[in-house]
């Protein structure tokens, strides 16, 4: 399961505005390593709501849409 997340951490920072600002001041106070355990963690979290919820994952973006995201949203993609 760490794996996955980890996996997964890569992806979230790098579509999500709001979650890499705060990987960043993380990481500047504490260490890379911590600040990914943080996300991770957060990440989890954020799962295990999608999942009792039944909820997408709702992001902050700076650019458009990545079509991964747009298709997992239910639109198609241009």
């Given at each position: 399961?760490?794996?996955l997340l980890n996996q997964?951490?890569?992806?979230?920072?790098?579509?999500?505005?709001?979650?890499?600002?705060?990987?960043?001041?993380?990481?500047?106070?504490?260490?890379?390593?911590?600040?990914?355990?943080?996300?991770?963690?957060?990440?989890?979290?954020?799962?295990?709501?999608?999942?009792?919820?039944?909820?997408?994952?709702?992001?902050?973006?700076?650019?458009?849409?990545?079509?991964?995201?747009?298709?997992?949203?239910?639109?198609?993609?241009?």
């Open positions: 399961m760490r794996y997964a951490v890569v992806s979230v920072l790098r579509f999500d505005a709001g979650m890499r600002r705060w990987f960043k001041q993380i990481k500047r106070r504490r260490g890379s390593k911590i600040a990914r355990v943080a996300v991770m963690r957060r990440l989890a979290t954020i799962f295990w709501h999608m999942l009792t919820k039944k909820q997408k994952y709702r992001y902050e973006s700076l650019v458009k849409k990545h079509k991964e995201f747009e298709v997992f949203e239910g639109t198609e993609a241009a």
